[in-house]
């Protein structure tokens, strides 16, 4: 298997990441030190990194092969704007979507050589830039997304069961998180890691396939 350097933005406990064993050299940046906490135990392989990961992106990326960045998604969610519309929900105020998706997206097929995915959910707006939709989420990305990713299929109500089911379907435990984000909101945005294995698998099966024509060059 070919050795990937590979950097994870906005980690939380690593959803996508769970599957993607400890064979590569991975480096996750989350700005919640808390989960940060709770990531390193999980991976006690990883380098992991507190920081804002959209500067840390732009700082560091000529220094990985695959760059996976999962960033906020509530500013685009549209349970959110639903929220923000209903008279019954007054502790939801209308913002801005938050832009710096399509900055990093932009960027990304600008500048980085290897192979990236960006990853959010669905809009209430038509996205900006063209994507890719696969199950509850879009993804961007500079290589062929296989149709399925092999996702399971989520607690029912995933989104308003609270913390204990996702949890447990996501094979995590926040009994110690001690930070100030709500678990249920935590343990709702992590990307399947079906998914996540599947996305990887692809880009490793695509660099073996690169890596044979760049040897038949010089046969």
């Known amino acids: 298997m070919s050795k990937l350097k ?5 980690a939380c406990l690593g959803g996508n990441r769970y599957k993607w064993g400890d064979e590569h050299d991975i480096t996750a940046v989350e700005w919640d030190s808390e989960l940060a906490r709770l990531y390193q135990e999980r991976f006690p392989n990883d380098t992991v990194i507190v920081a804002d990961a959209h500067q ?3 700082d560091h990326y000529k220094e990985f092969d695959f760059i996976w960045s999962s960033p906020p998604c509530p500013s685009h969610s549209r349970i959110r704007h639903s929220q923000a519309n209903s008279d019954k929900r007054e502790n939801y105020k209308s913002i801005y979507p938050d832009m710096k998706l399509y900055e990093e997206i932009i960027f990304l097929e600008s500048y980085f050589r290897g192979k990236y995915v960006v990853e959010n959910v669905i809009p209430f707006y038509t996205p900006l830039i063209p994507a890719k939709k696969r199950g509850r989420h879009l993804y961007w990305t500079n290589f062929n997304l296989p149709t399925n990713l092999n996702e399971r299929k989520p607690p029912k109500n995933f989104i308003e069961v609270g913390s204990k089911p996702n949890e447990l379907f996501h094979k995590i435990d926040l009994s110690t998180y001690k930070g100030n984000q709500r ?3 935590i343990a709702c945005n992590l ?3 079906e998914a996540g294995k599947t996305i990887l698998d692809t880009v490793l099966g695509i660099r073996k396939k690169e890596n044979i024509k760049q040897t038949e060059l010089f046969v």
């Open 6 to 10: 590979i950097l994870n933005l906005y």
């Open 56 to 58: 840390y992106l732009l």
């Open 191 to 193: 990307v399947d890691y």
């Open 183 to 185: 678990k249920d909101k």
